[in-house]
């Protein structure tokens, strides 16, 4: 309120200016219906006005109807028929209701700690020295990144240190710093997974690399079918869609590429800490630490919504991608950064991914169970994370069993959505969405409508 | 833990394994001294081992050294002579000590209102719906936008609606998200005001525009002097450095100037919530909104380190900004962007803004009265804000006083950082850094040595 316009010329008085400044400000719409004014006494401290004046021109417009004074709540701008600028815009919606979510990716967010994270978030705030409120390091806080070294150790068999750690706000913000480092320091391709995310190769390509799909088998990559490119990127752990594995033989055959080539590995470990079977598949970077950079995130172990993750990078690409994240946007949210530590350090972390651990895997088990009941299908990548891939049978559409399902409300992937070659029709189903109370049906529905479109 | 690489062949009994896990992951540097292990019974479930298994490793690995049992604490990777991957790299230290810290632009974070932070936080995390922890929305969280739009209505005259703003990460990330936006549809190249921020016209240009400066005199930019240019960045309430506003003429002028070349203005209000004099100075994106595009951010009125700010855009740049946004990083965080509307809806901002305006007046008022016995200097720009520049005398060397305030432990701008053109030698100082309790003595301290300096 301190900024409005008072014109105080020769021969307006000051009430009049108030009044002028006001009417002239609800018109327009820069104060909207219901806005709270300030009360008398500390808009004339902010005008340096008499609060008198103030009071006179607060009762004026209201006795106008532009504004309205209620006991208690002070005095706010009335609703009613003031011209306003500009509507405000309808809200988005999607072009049909989708009443269950099976497309992969999304977490189970419900099971996000919330009573942890605020604990976590109140002891940053009531321990933080005041240096953390200022500009902060754009390689990422100190604390977390030494939080974090030891963590991925633990968990992922990552060989680190903190100052190989970039914080960053997730793994398409990890991709796209790390793909506009490359393509500065001369890069022009890299090589992904055929079937893999479209949106990760949107984000290389803007980053200004051009991909090349290469295929997957029951090993994982191909490494032999690489061509010429500087980086390659894969989902060692858990094939992102299919779910295999990259076999050990084939994780010697992509470092000894690494090697000859002085390309980069780039290792997506989107869900590394959701395993069910009982041979966990350790991060490739621990075998190769200055051939490889990781890239995690806590949208999967957490919540998209924190935007926050990490590159773990071979020495020499440090310094090139702090500089980028700092020209672009400085540094990530210290407090968030701050908690996300303390999660770690304390250990809530891991109860939180037991507990998500054992609510996923009794998920999986609705999923087997169900899809179980339909012939001709094929159930892959369900020994990790929370996708599961459904090959359909040969002769079938995926288009039109896709169709099937958004008629019934149900939305799913179709795997043609992460292909660039040809291969067998199949659905990408992800089990984070659906409420826990309604999951069971909501896989019975999926399954019925399947069956039936098959 | 539950990742530990357990050789599960034949031939090796699963205790064995168990411990040649965990010894390798020790020496490796996996697990660094003081990790604290999961408890056997959780590390026995996560594994599928028998509890006792787990309970005879970790007897074994403590009689060997690498474990240490405490009761109440549980079991520890030891400290001692096993060998780790690497030793973490030494902390990163400025080449001299800098006792006060005068360079400006960094608000006085000791004032940051970390109770009501911390409270708007606790009601997003305690309100929100599951929703919110989802991926979000990359023009920004639309309770945060309702509330920008209000706020920046009747605090900086800015006239919008929630659909033409786009949350950012604060000024650097609006302004390279907007050259990128530009260098797409484009534009190359981008008026900046001379002297200005030399890290602002680094933005610019790593985002593909070359920026061009622009003289300033006692009215504002030289609008007569703006060439052939695609937008041109001011700072029109408070001239960063120089501190002049750009008088009623000169906006006419810019704007006519936007209308007879389509050209952009780009306003840069970083410190606007912040003014002494009784003579607002408003947007001049509240004159013609289809014209400009303004950023704001809290790096200046809250802290820097919450990375949160806006851009206010044209309706023809909204979904080109929007998408670069999802590209790269997705969007900010939810609950910070939550917490941000509680705060500016509660009306808490408002009166943290009242306090710090006091405490910055205050401030300004002993700059000014140290500053005042010191002949030959002019002193501007003190009109708002929490920046000072101090036109030195025109026989006077920058260099020399910089020199002379360093070797004393303070650290100040030189105006030449900021210029182009040669120039008056000056200094830039800020006054949010020190801490209250040490500011008058800080003062006084430059003051002294900049008096003997000249």
Known sequence: MHDLHLDLTPGVGRRVALENALRQAIRSGALSAGTALPSSRSLAADLGLARGTVVEAYAQLSAEGYLRSRARSGTQVATGPVATAAAPAPPRRDPAPIR????PITADVNGFP???WLGALRHALTTAPDTALRYGDSQGDEQLRGALATYLGRSRGVRTTPDRIVVCAGFSHGLSLLCQALARAGATTLAVEDPSLRPSR??????GLATVGVPIDDRGLRVDELGAVDACLVTPAHQLPLGVSLDAGRRTELLAWAAATSGLVVEDDYDGEFR???QPVGAIQGLSPEAVAYVGTVSKSLAPALRLGWLVLPERLVE????LRHRVDRHSPTLDQLALARLITTGQLDRHLRRMRLRYRRRREVVLAALS????ITVTGIAAGYHATVLLPPDSSETAVLHALRLAGIAADGLADYRERPGRAGLVIGYGTPPQHSFPAAVESFATILRAAL
Do not use: F
């Open 100 to 103: 269950i979510d099976l497309r």
């Open 114 to 116: 919330r009573t942890a």
């Open 276 to 278: 069910y079977d009982r």
């Open 202 to 207: 949107d984000t290389a390509e803007h980053a």
């Open 320 to 323: 090139p991608v702090v500089r």
């Open 373 to 376: 009941r339909i012939p001709g």
